[in-house]
């Protein structure tokens, strides 16, 4: 069974750069690989564990292939290791491979384009907790929007190998269908068969796409989809479950849709983590101090004494939590 996993310092171990593939504009998928202690450590990674990665030795491209937009901010020096969850984790006899997917946005990420084979980095991890699976589903419903998508697609791929019997279906929303965070065309045959996207179609998982300009699937957001699924399809409170990682308005959005339902949610959030391991506390997720556990920052209760606010560190308690546990500030 795929519980919580506890949190823990590892590494540092090097990787090395196997591939740094573009699959889009601005969008890059590179694959890494760890040998001797790090396979082993890498192997045991959870879906929706992240790991933090030194970028500060990467090189910037030359200036003409800087985009425009990044030309005042490329040059600034990258202090700070880098947050990434993983969309693969292949093990291998006494190599472990692993893929993380990364759109071009900032001084960072656009070093990240110039890794090329043999280029070495400095990872540490898994850390976090990541997703986990309660007895008894049957359904797993895994919702993402814009880069939210790597640790649902290692969630499929776990959940057809060690748990079959569970139905997957993946709702994805972007802005466009050239936002997709994927590689291949979309096939209009496969789209109305609900296997669109072959990056879960491999893992026997029907997909939905939802578009805010209507460029392919659904015209509208991912949450409204995912709505209309459950006005159409047969389904069981006790038996599905929502996965769900993207921007907070849509986590959000997806949280209510499970607390009408009375349906259990996981959402992976997204924050800002200076160091990953918990020293800095800049990642502060606000939950409700009645329904957690586990380490809480700080506590306040409203002026009524009605209800109860404490705070939870993304990077050590999180990125995963229970959608019930946490406040959304929309």
């Known amino acids: 069974m795929l519980e919580k996993c506890s949190s823990s310092i590892k590494g540092p171990f090097n990787a090395a750069v196997v591939s740094n593939r573009q699959i889009g504009e601005r969008l890059y998928r590179l694959r890494l690989e760890f040998s001797g202690p790090g396979a082993e450590t890498f192997a045991k990674f959870k879906p929706g ?4 990665i030194d970028l500060s030795g990467a090189a910037l491209p030359p200036a003409e292939k ?3 937009g990044l030309l005042d901010t490329s040059g600034r020096n990258i202090l700070l290791r880098r947050p990434f969850s993983f969309a693969d984790v ?11 997917l990364y759109r071009v946005v900032g001084p960072a990420s656009l070093r990240m384009t110039t890794l090329s084979a043999s280029n070495l980095l400095s990872v540490i991890g898994p850390l976090g907790n990541g ?7 049957k359904k797993a419903l895994l919702v993402m929007g814009g880069m939210g998508a790597p640790p649902l697609q290692y969630l499929a791929k776990v959940l057809s190998a060690n748990y079959p019997d569970i139905e997957v279906t993946a709702f994805v929303g ?17 789209q109305q068969l609900e296997f669109a996207l072959r990056e879960f179609a491999k893992y026997g998982a029907k997909s939905m796409l939802a578009t805010d300009d209507g460029s392919a699937g659904y015209h509208g957001l991912v949450s409204d989809c995912l709505s209309q699924w459950f006005a159409s399809s047969s389904w069981a409170r006790d038996t599905t479950i929502i996965y769900a990682c993207g921007p907070d308005a849509m986590l959000a959005k997806v949280a209510q849709i499970a607390k009408d339902k009375a349906i259990d949610c996981q959402v992976s959030m997204e924050q800002m ?3 990953g391991i918990g020293v800095c506390q800049s990642c502060a997720v606000p939950v409700r101090s009645e329904l957690s556990s586990g380490n809480v920052a700080t506590s306040v209760r409203t002026s ?3 209800s109860q606010t404490a705070y939870k ?6 990125p995963v939590f229970d959608s019930r546990e946490v406040v959304f500030s929309s």
């Open 49 to 52: 564990q992240f790991a933090q």
């Open 313 to 318: 560190l993304c990077c050590e308690d999180g």
């Open 131 to 137: 997703f986990w699976i309660p007895q008894g589903k």
């Open 174 to 190: 972007a802005k466009t269908t050239r936002e997709l965070p994927f590689e291949g065309r979309l096939d209009e045959i496969s």
């Open 66 to 68: 800087i985009p425009e």
């Open 90 to 100: 292949d093990k291998q006899t006494n190599k472990t491979f692993v893929d993380l």
């Open 304 to 306: 009524n004494g009605a």
């Open 273 to 275: 983590m200076a160091c």
